[in-house]
């Protein structure tokens, strides 16, 4: 193996989300790896991903990628649960010997796999998620014997992005969308959007106390840091990391929504300029 340099160490860490949503898993990348640097970049422009087809979303997810590699990375985490489900196997292959990557579906499989009991385990996620079979699949390999019940919630990430007040429409939609699980008898659930960690105390009530609930935040900050550390590359332990980030659409829109998912301040949001979508974002 290569020896690692000093400046492979001290380059960032990279993660794109579709929108906002992917400022949880950020925050709690901040608080397990406070010695590391990130970029974050959000594609509010073409936001929600839910609801497009998989070929598209492989276009945005490569993208995004090769943008943000471009500036420097010493690891890309993939934020974003659309974009992992129909894009995952072609970014494994264009990164190929140039970076490694973190990406959600698989961390939280495992730890569900580890949380269930009765081995029912729930999934809520966007319409294209819950089409690719993704989390099946990853399922299906940390824990061979456990069922997924899968709902498709495509009201819940638009709901929850408007970063208006929580409103009973709101508390409708999530007791709508729990309710086939409830009747599953599921004893976990996977939350296969990073926008729905915002509404997870609505959740919980909807689910029961006994519903173990497993978002991708913790789940990806143990998979970077295990990462870092198995490729050499973890930053100085005794420094203060710094992070900025990166929009699509309106840097002030992202900066004033977003801060309410980062529950840090976010400072200053730099545009950048990706392709047009192939229709309306």
Same mark, same amino acid.
């Given at each position: 193996?290569? &020896?690692?340099?000093?400046?492979?160490?001290?380059? &960032?860490?990279?993660?794109?989300?579709?929108?906002? #949503?992917?400022?949880?898993? %950020?925050?709690?990348? +901040? =608080?397990? %790896? !406070? /010695?590391?640097?990130?970029?974050?970049? @959000?594609?509010?422009?073409?936001?929600?991903?839910?609801?497009?087809?998989?070929?598209?979303?492989?276009?945005?997810?490569?993208? +995004?990628?090769?943008? +943000?590699?471009?500036?420097?990375?010493?690891?890309?985490?993939?934020?974003?649960?659309?974009?992992?489900?129909?894009?995952?196997?072609?970014?494994?292959?264009?990164?190929?010997?140039?970076? @490694?990557?973190?990406?959600?579906?698989?961390?939280?499989?495992?730890?569900?796999?580890?949380?269930?009991?009765?081995?029912?385990?729930?999934?809520?996620?966007?319409?294209?998620? =819950?089409?690719?079979?993704?989390y099946e699949r990853a399922?299906?390999?940390?824990a061979p014997d456990a069922?997924?019940?899968?709902?498709?919630?495509?009201?819940?990430?638009?709901?929850?992005?408007?970063?208006?007040?929580?409103?009973?429409? +709101?508390?409708?939609? =999530?007791?709508?969308?729990?309710?086939?699980?409830?009747?599953?008898?599921?004893?976990?659930?996977?939350?296969?959007?990073? /926008?729905? !960690?915002?509404?997870? &105390?609505?959740?919980?009530?909807?689910?029961?106390?006994?519903?173990?609930?497993?978002?991708?935040?913790?789940?990806?900050?143990?998979? =970077? /840091?295990?990462?870092?550390?198995?490729?050499?590359?973890?930053?100085? &332990?005794?420094?203060?990391?710094?992070?900025?980030?990166?929009?699509?659409?309106?840097?002030?829109?992202?900066?004033?929504? #977003?801060?309410?998912?980062?529950?840090?301040? %976010?400072?200053?949001?730099?545009?950048?300029?990706?392709?047009?979508?192939?229709?309306?974002?």
């Amino acid at each position: 193996m290569r &020896p690692v340099s000093s400046t492979s160490k001290s380059l &960032p860490i990279a993660m794109f989300d579709s929108g906002v #949503g992917g400022l949880t898993v %950020l925050h709690e990348c +901040l =608080v397990s %790896l !406070p /010695h590391e640097d990130f970029v974050y970049l @959000g594609d509010t422009a073409r936001f929600p991903y839910g609801n497009r087809e998989a070929a598209e979303l492989r276009e945005f997810a490569l993208e +995004l990628a090769e943008l +943000l590699l471009a500036d420097g990375a010493k690891l890309l985490v993939v934020a974003c649960n659309s974009a992992t489900a129909a894009a995952l196997p072609q970014l494994r292959e264009a990164l190929r010997g140039r970076v @490694g990557m973190v990406a959600v579906v698989e961390p939280e499989s495992r730890l569900a796999a580890r949380a269930t009991s009765n081995g029912h385990v729930g999934l809520l996620a966007t319409p294209a998620t =819950v089409a690719s079979g993704a989390y099946e699949r990853a399922l299906e390999q940390a824990a061979p014997d456990a069922r997924l019940h899968a709902v498709a919630c495509p009201e819940l990430a638009p709901m929850i992005q408007e970063g208006s007040e929580v409103d009973q429409a +709101l508390v409708d939609a =999530v007791e709508a969308y729990c309710r086939p699980l409830r009747r599953a008898e599921v004893d976990t659930v996977i939350l296969g959007c990073t /926008h729905y !960690p915002l509404v997870r &105390p609505i959740l919980q009530r909807a689910l029961g106390r006994r519903v173990t609930i497993v978002s991708s935040g913790v789940a990806i900050a143990e998979a =970077v /840091h295990a990462e870092l550390a198995a490729r050499g590359i973890e930053n100085d &332990p005794d420094r203060r990391g710094h992070y900025s980030f990166l929009a699509t659409g309106d840097p002030e829109a992202f900066r004033q929504v #977003g801060t309410r998912f980062l529950q840090m301040p %976010l400072g200053e949001v730099r545009q950048v300029a990706v392709k047009e979508s192939r229709r309306a974002a």
